[in-house]
């Protein structure tokens, strides 16, 4: 079940990243919606998978820094 969902990136093709926070279990999860016209389909990975894959895209940088700014917070994440 999904907790909040944060939208990460949206690329200028219509590819999506969210971040997905999950109350049970609690675990964060990148989901990536493709863009409609590139039939591919919507995937979700753990955010250490995601972020193990040293990717250095738009998306991965956004979500190193909401992690970051989150974690500069006491409360979110």
């Known amino acids: 079940m999904a907790a909040s969902v944060t ?13 997905i926070e999950t109350i049970d279990p609690p675990s964060p999860l990148v989901r990536h919606i493709p863009n409609p016209s590139s039939g591919g389909q919507t995937t979700e990975t753990t955010v250490a998978d995601f972020l193990g894959t040293n990717g250095s895209g738009p998306e991965f940088t956004a979500l ?14």
């Open 7 to 19: 939208e990460i990136y949206r690329s200028s093709n219509g590819d999506r990243w969210q971040l």
């Open 64 to 77: 190193r820094r909401l992690l970051q700014s989150a974690a500069d917070e006491p409360g979110d994440l």
